[in-house]
């Protein structure tokens, strides 16, 4: 999500295994790893502009490949990488399972190709997670853990919000949608320094419905950001499947985190420290959508937020930077948070520092150490029940976004 544009996720499929060995053992030195946090520079480019971007510094989609199949051979007792789609451009859109809990939580990252500190993030909290360690142990037999890095590959080839894809590519596989006006989310002018004019695309992270069934419909186009998307795209369509399977598996997906980036200069409350990063754990009016209603937790997704909080927090101060709470005035039931809050997942935004035309790599290792201790976090109070036992009025006490 950007806070300023308002604008937040199968079949069987096969398996990595087995795939790419001789690769992997070449890549045993793979990612960089985190650096410790840092004060923020001063001179932070706060414009619209497109800059250096730093994209070459975060991790492709075949690296991404590279990481995973490497991972899978490595740890292949625990680790369980399978494709669970395809992107419009034919790129493998893969799901990395590891632990053996009762409870899912589900995590997505890079559905907005330009948002890309969550990828590293979740690569880094896989080689944690399956670690021949006790402690990678006791976690795994607390939760399951599911995670689809890097969920619209396209977007992130781009290094864009939108994925790559025409509404005549849309209209080709539905045909039903002939002669219905382009989806409100379509790009297909000029947009923060991309070319959509040339090649367009859509905000996938408008694209979910609450009724996870639904197939599209022309009267329900061209819709609005206040109303359900359609799942139109393949890449949401991936993760619709998997948030199915995973229902039918679990009886519940307890938990889904979505990991995004943010303007790079929004400001606290004081007006004096930067936000590193915004929290938020609503995203929908319910009260609007009561027809898809199917469970709706908000206290539990305040709950999950706090645990994050809680645990990027020490005594009211962050070693991470300053942290918020994210915009609460939303509704969008359109994104894959709203969509499955209202299927009863407890659900979590967050929302780190600067997308790439903005903030390029810089501070890229706080970032990702930021989001991965707070995925440690929401892990560890599911994993043991301690989220139950936080007091969810508290959420209202984070510090707010100026
Ligand atoms: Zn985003």
């Not at 996938?204 to 609450?210: C, E, I, K």
């Not at 005594?315 to 005035?329: E, I, V």
Request: glycine share 10%; with cysteine.
């Amino acid at each position: 999500m950007t806070r300023r544009n308002r604008t937040a996720y199968g079949a069987a499929t096969p398996k990595l295994a087995g795939v790419g060995l001789a690769v992997a053992a070449l890549l045993v030195a793979s990612l960089p790893v985190a650096t410790p946090a840092a004060a923020q520079p001063a001179n932070a480019h706060c414009g619209t502009s497109t800059g250096d971007t730093g994209s070459s510094s975060w991790t492709s989609h075949a690296e991404l490949g590279q990481e995973l199949r490497r991972l899978q051979a490595q740890r292949s007792d625990v680790l369980d990488v399978t494709q669970i789609g395809t992107s419009n451009r034919g790129r493998e859109i893969w799901a990395a399972r590891t632990g053996t809990g009762p409870k899912v939580v589900l995590v997505t990252s890079e559905i907005h190709g330009n948002e890309k500190t969550g990828t590293d993030a979740v690569l880094s909290l896989l080689r944690d997670m399956t670690a021949g360690t006790p402690a990678a142990e006791r976690l795994r037999s607390l939760v399951t853990l599911v995670a689809v890095p890097k969920m619209n590959p396209d977007a992130a080839e781009l290094d864009r919000r939108g994925n790559d894809r025409t509404w005549a590519e849309v209209v080709a596989e539905f045909p039903q949608l002939a002669g219905a006006r382009p989806a409100w989310n379509y790009y297909n002018q000029p947009r923060t320094g991309d070319d959509y004019a040339t090649r367009p695309g859509f905000d996938v992270n408008r694209d979910y419905h609450p009724d996870l069934d639904y197939v599209p419909r022309a009267e329900d186009f061209p819709g609005s950001s206040s109303e359900a998307g359609w799942y139109i795209h393949p890449e949401s369509r991936a993760v619709r499947d998997l948030y199915k399977s995973l229902r039918a598996e679990f009886g519940a997906v307890d938990t889904y985190v979505d990991l995004h980036h943010q303007g790079p200069c929004d400001l606290d409350e004081s007006g004096e420290n930067q936000v590193t990063m915004s929290l938020s754990g609503k995203f929908v009016d319910v009260e609007n959508h009561q027809e898809y209603n199917k469970g709706y937790r908000l206290d539990y997704s305040k709950q999950l937020t706090l645990a994050a909080y809680d645990g990027l927090s020490v005594r009211g101060q962050s070693p991470f930077g300053s942290l918020t709470l994210y915009p609460q005035d939303i509704d969008l039931p359109g994104t894959g948070l709203g969509s499955f809050a209202l299927n009863g997942s407890g659900t979590v935004l967050f929302e780190v520092r600067g997308q790439t035309q903005t903030w390029g790599a810089k501070q890229r290792g706080q970032l990702i150490q930021t989001v991965e201790k707070g995925l440690d976090a929401i892990i560890e109070a599911v994993g043991t029940g301690a989220v139950n036992q936080i007091d969810p009025t508290r959420y209202d006490d984070i510090p707010e976004t100026q």
